[in-house]
């Protein structure tokens, strides 16, 4: 990993304590690294600790958690001029976007120490303009946005990935659609809107792939719309897009891809980043090429 000796990770609390991941810490500084380890209790601390460490000069930094913390980690990053090599291990709860890069809760942390001998890749990062916020895996409104902000933290915990399912059952039979404009290039959509996902990666939601022609390196973003319509067929035309391979329209379903992207709602609605909530009437996405270099380990 190029000539990298200052090495920051980021650990949520389910991290905190794992002892494999500790003697991951200590190979490192036998091996000559400078290991800071801080741990983040609170939201916005992991964002906080990101900047300290930019700040600090750091060559690298591993957040170890789940998609927020990963999320925490990006905006950390982009909010400095500085940028470092980012990497991840899997300790949340979905982990949908280090899964998507075939780095699994199941593997054993020492796989790090392989990948900082291997150079990392640069990979894009999604943008809203609503608070200057980054995104490096998937943006979702409508249930999906719903389903993840009402699963508390405790309901996580217990149930893991299944906590979205508990919440998306029970909402899926009463579809709380909403009045939604979509503009894009090539695209100009106005109707009730049911589900709304705009990706830079591939899945969301505790495994669910909802952009499945989503590239983290092609310029663009993933723009999915799943207009109001019964269950049944909803679920007939989703079946196709998620085996697809390109983009187009799947029945009612609109499947795009963009480099900006503008959504307007009638009210305050919640949007999910990365498995974080932010509110508002309208938002403007668009992809910022190139933004990061991510440790991702070869295709074996």
Known sequence: MEDATKITLILNGAAADDDD??????????????????????????????????????????????DGTIHEVVNGVMHREASPIIGGLPYGTGNDFLTSLNIFPRDNPEQLLGWLQTAPTPIDVGHVQLEDRYFVNMATAGVAAEVTSEASQQLKDVAGSFAYFVRAIPAAFDLPTRQARINAEGLDWQGELAFLFVGNGRQSGGGWTLCPAARLDDGFLDVVIVPEMPLREMARHGRQMVRAESTGDFGPLIYRQVAEVEVEFGDDIPLNLDGEPVHGESFRFSIVENALRFLIPPVS
């Open 21 to 66: 991941l500790r003697q991951v810490v200590e190979q490192l500084r036998d091996d000559g690294y400078e290991m800071e380890v801080r741990v983040s209790w609170e939201g916005g601390h992991t964002k906080m600790f990101t900047e300290e460490a930019v700040d600090a000069g750091v060559d690298a930094v591993i957040a170890c958690g789940g």
